[in-house]
């Protein structure tokens, strides 16, 4: 585990606990996550390079909408390099996890010249949380259940760790309701899910109704492809 204070502690660096994720998970999808996990390692030094066009472009002012709904204690899922750390206010008590050691190796560069009440970074696989039932207040996911191999076991998880009425905040992108655009995002999918496992044709939205949320927003942000989705438990 990993454990980044902010600036106004000092920063240390705890011995792994739980386990890794080769020992940690023993269900059918643990090749899966090791795999990506492996894959987002080996590209997270040019990450943030290749995505920089379409954050450029959309992504940037996406995510900060929607920190902006982060309060007391936080969970962020899929934390990657570290791109919504900066928008967090203050007085928030961040807990961000990631199934990447590489990639949390950049946000955790990043995390040093962050002012949050607290922050901690760990190594975690979303299907399977370390933290016990209602723990947080607000749990966040920023383009990230297009990854999760088992996406309904991940959405299980977030809603056992949050606590009653608390808030979920989902920016993902998904599977259009118009099969125009499908046609286009079944043609990336080959490359996408291939190359990083990332599926562009996910029904995110249903799932995360089916695992129990009660959504209370959904924005389109472009097209129907992306979504703000706010729900609570």
Not at 34 to 45: C, D, F, T, V
Not at 83 to 108: R, T
Request: charged share 25%.
């Amino acid at each position: 585990m990993r454990l980044v204070m902010s600036k106004l502690m000092p920063i240390h660096i705890l011995a792994a606990h739980p386990p890794p994720l080769a020992i940690h998970l023993k269900n059918g999808s643990a090749n899966m996550v090791l795999r990506a996990s492996e894959k987002y390692s080996r590209i997270a030094k040019a990450y943030d390079l290749l995505e920089w066009p379409i954050e450029r472009l959309l992504f940037h002012k996406l995510r900060k909408e929607a920190i902006e709904y982060a309060c007391d204690k936080t969970l962020e899922v899929g934390v990657g390099t570290g791109k919504n750390l900066s928008f967090y206010p203050e007085s928030v008590e961040l807990v961000a996890i990631d199934f990447s050691p590489g990639m949390l190796n950049i946000a955790e560069k990043k995390a040093k010249g962050i002012d949050l009440k607290s922050l901690q970074l760990r190594e975690m696989d979303v299907e399977h949380l370390d933290f016990t039932d209602n723990s947080f207040d607000v749990v966040v996911s920023t383009f990230v259940f297009c990854t999760v191999p088992d996406p309904i076991a991940g959405l299980k998880e977030l809603y056992r760790v949050l606590k009653p009425n608390g808030k979920a905040v989902f920016l993902e992108h998904m599977k259009s309701k118009n099969p125009i655009i499908n046609i286009m995002l079944y043609i990336m999918n080959i490359a996408s899910s291939n190359i990083l496992g990332t599926s562009m044709v996910r029904k995110t939205q249903q799932n995360i109704e089916q695992t129990g949320f009660v959504i209370k927003s959904v924005e389109n942000k472009a097209f129907d492809i992306v979504r703000l989705i706010i729900a609570e438990k």
